[in-house]
């Protein structure tokens, strides 16, 4: 099967649920659970057979810019919907679903970075498993962060909307945050780690940046988790401190792959 069919299907899907669940918050409702994670998981194993056919390959893993974004998506879908279980995380989808359209589209129709397949050994794969997963993670935050900062605007100027009522208390909102700025903390030190462990010279591989800003990030997330536990950081304090460390670890990534792939052709 070609993956453009897949591709469509995962990003109607995706459109449909955004569609439904901002429809139902603008009539003051909450969406019915069932239906949007069945949606869900429709337009994930859509995803999921587009990029097994886009990404693997007798030469190797095709992990170019656009592809690893479109993984990253599916990755972050796939932890929400099974967070769904035991966390309230529903408004989280709203921005997760477009993204997840957006990165499947991309992938099949932008065009390739010059990224060569990568024929690496086990050690080298799963350094860029924790990595996409301490990057899926740290996505989530960031959301949750921009969430927090809506609902802070709209208690402070007492005019919540459709969508703010539908948001849990403010307090379990910022555990939330803080719980997944943690589990991404512990998945970026394991990635680093392995990094420093499997990479035979970072300098030689055009990595030595990246590097460096997921160091910095690590370190940013790492005070904004002792703030909150010594001086009970909270509120615009946590949300500036979750969002710049964000920056960075996406510019780590992102940024140094879209310059490699598509300005320096490396």
């Known amino acids: 099967m070609h993956p453009l069919l897949p591709s469509l299907a995962a990003a109607c899907l995706y459109a449909g649920a955004t569609g439904y669940q901002g429809l139902r918050l603008a009539q003051r409702t909450p969406p019915d659970r069932r239906i ?17 056919q886009q990404l693997l390959s007798p030469a190797g893993l095709h992990l170019d810019f656009f592809n690893a974004s ?20 529903d408004n989280l989808l709203l921005l997760l679903f477009p993204m997840g359209m957006l990165t499947v589209l991309l992938a099949q129709f932008a065009p390739s970075g010059t990224a060569p397949p990568i024929t690496e050994k ?20 960031a959301l949750q962060a921009l969430l927090l900062l809506l609902q802070n605007y709209n ?15 403010l307090q379990t909102m910022e555990s939330l945050l803080f ?3 943690a589990a991404g903390w512990v998945l970026l030190f394991a990635s680093l780690l392995s990094g420093w462990l499997f990479l035979n010279d970072m300098f030689a591989q055009h990595l030595v940046h990246k590097t460096f800003l997921s160091v910095i990030a690590w370190i940013v997330f790492g005070f904004l988790l002792l703030g909150r536990r010594y001086f009970g950081w909270r509120g615009l304090i946590a949300v500036r401190w979750t969002l710049s460390g964000f920056w960075l670890l996406m510019l780590a990534y992102f940024g140094s792959k879209l310059v490699r792939e598509y300005i320096l052709h490396v």
């Not at 429709?42 to 999921?48: E, F, K, P, V, W």
């Not at 998506?73 to 796939?78: K, L, P, Q, R, V």
């Not at 086990?122 to 935050?141: E, N, R």
Request: glycine share 6%; proline share 7%; with cysteine.
């Open 70 to 89: 479109s993984l990253i998506a599916a990755s972050i879908i796939c932890l929400m919907l099974l967070a769904l279980r035991r966390i309230p995380v």
């Open 155 to 169: 208690l402070k100027h007492k005019h919540p909307s459709g969508l703010i009522k539908n948001f849990p208390p």
């Open 122 to 141: 086990p050690g080298i794969l799963a350094h860029i498993l924790l990595s996409i997963l301490a990057y899926g993670m740290f996505t989530i935050a």
């Open 179 to 181: 719980n997944f700025i």
């Open 36 to 52: 949007l994670v069945g949606i869900g998981i429709l337009a994930l194993l859509a995803h999921s057979l587009s990029l097994f």
